[in-house]
């Protein structure tokens, strides 16, 4: 394992390679991968993904990953450690640096949204135009445009949030979606009992005020994004079905199974099964609106 720091709050810098210099890497610190050329695949976290030229990627603290290289990739790596996430003055964003950390549960390309894809691509272009060119207040600039693309991973990772949440909902109930995500493999952290305890509020108020606000009971809301990190997992990973309901808390992989079929119709191995083959050649920006 090679573990990799940054000397700066924020750096920005470009490679061209046809093979990964670094296997099974890990950081402490955020990256924002943008792919200008090249085909190939990402492994994040026992995850394996296609990637291609367009595509941006978020790595968080911790994550282990590597790079399997099909054909020759250019690379603009911006990265950024979460001190700066959490002292920096953003004007709207609440909890930004657990949105960001949303990304890892969902590993791939951050973007959904067509506009704000083409507006990654005009930032990316400036910060390689400034690289090049340097002069006075030129970090000044790059900051600014790092800023504007931490901003724009942001409100395309809050699309991928489940449930109806957003950026102006109440404060309190962002900080209980993001109790459950930091604890969605731990079942025991995720009760309404344990969850009222850790905010001071009793079950019955939780039940009814968490449902105001998200439109959803609170056990949909948990049920919901377990089912999303499942499907991913059978998508990106080889794990097998018992080690997939160890990760998610099950007792085992019948009971994990039962949970899964009652969600979306289908066993775990049929949906594996009916998944498609990961191709780095046609794979595209997803869900784009």
Not at 16 to 39: A, W
């Given at each position: 394992m090679v573990k990799q720091n940054i000397h700066q709050a924020v750096e920005v810098a470009y490679l061209k390679t046809d093979h990964c210099p670094l296997s099974n890497r890990q950081y402490s610190f955020f990256e924002m991968v943008y792919l200008i050329s090249g085909r190939g695949f990402v492994n994040i976290n026992g995850n394996r993904m296609a990637y291609r030229d367009g595509n941006l990627l978020l790595l968080t603290p911790n994550d282990h990953h590597h790079y399997e290289i099909v054909v020759e990739t250019e690379f603009l790596l911006i990265r950024f450690s979460d001190s700066y996430?959490?002292?920096?003055?953003?004007?709207?964003?609440?909890?930004?640096?657990?949105?960001l950390f949303y990304a890892t549960k969902l590993s791939g390309c951050v973007m959904r949204c067509k506009e704000d894809s083409l507006l990654v691509e005009k930032i990316v272009d400036s910060l390689l135009f400034g690289m090049k060119l340097g002069g006075v207040y030129q970090q000044d600039l790059d900051m600014n445009l790092v800023n504007a693309l931490i901003v724009i991973a942001a409100r395309n990772i809050a699309k991928l949030r489940p449930g109806n949440v957003r950026d102006n909902t109440d404060k309190r109930i962002l900080e209980i979606i993001n109790h459950i995500e930091r604890n969605i493999f731990i079942p025991e952290q995720l009760t309404a009992a344990a969850i009222g305890d850790t905010f001071g509020i009793s079950q019955t108020y939780l039940g009814v005020y968490f449902k105001k606000q998200c439109g959803e009971t609170l056990q949909q809301f948990i049920s919901g994004y377990r089912i999303r990190l499942i499907e991913w997992r059978l998508k990106f990973s080889d794990l097998r079905i018992n080690e997939l309901a160890d990760e998610f808390g099950f007792a085992d992989g019948s009971h994990l199974n039962k949970f899964f079929k009652k969600q979306k119709g289908i066993?775990?191995?049929?949906?594996?099964?009916?998944?498609?083959?990961?191709?780095?050649?046609?794979?595209?920006?997803?869900?784009?609106?």
């Amino acid at each position: 394992m090679v573990k990799q720091n940054i000397h700066q709050a924020v750096e920005v810098a470009y490679l061209k390679t046809d093979h990964c210099p670094l296997s099974n890497r890990q950081y402490s610190f955020f990256e924002m991968v943008y792919l200008i050329s090249g085909r190939g695949f990402v492994n994040i976290n026992g995850n394996r993904m296609a990637y291609r030229d367009g595509n941006l990627l978020l790595l968080t603290p911790n994550d282990h990953h590597h790079y399997e290289i099909v054909v020759e990739t250019e690379f603009l790596l911006i990265r950024f450690s979460d001190s700066y996430i959490r002292n920096y003055p953003w004007k709207s964003i609440h909890h930004l640096e657990c949105l960001l950390f949303y990304a890892t549960k969902l590993s791939g390309c951050v973007m959904r949204c067509k506009e704000d894809s083409l507006l990654v691509e005009k930032i990316v272009d400036s910060l390689l135009f400034g690289m090049k060119l340097g002069g006075v207040y030129q970090q000044d600039l790059d900051m600014n445009l790092v800023n504007a693309l931490i901003v724009i991973a942001a409100r395309n990772i809050a699309k991928l949030r489940p449930g109806n949440v957003r950026d102006n909902t109440d404060k309190r109930i962002l900080e209980i979606i993001n109790h459950i995500e930091r604890n969605i493999f731990i079942p025991e952290q995720l009760t309404a009992a344990a969850i009222g305890d850790t905010f001071g509020i009793s079950q019955t108020y939780l039940g009814v005020y968490f449902k105001k606000q998200c439109g959803e009971t609170l056990q949909q809301f948990i049920s919901g994004y377990r089912i999303r990190l499942i499907e991913w997992r059978l998508k990106f990973s080889d794990l097998r079905i018992n080690e997939l309901a160890d990760e998610f808390g099950f007792a085992d992989g019948s009971h994990l199974n039962k949970f899964f079929k009652k969600q979306k119709g289908i066993s775990l191995s049929g949906y594996r099964q009916a998944l498609p083959r990961l191709d780095p050649g046609s794979i595209r920006t997803p869900n784009l609106h």
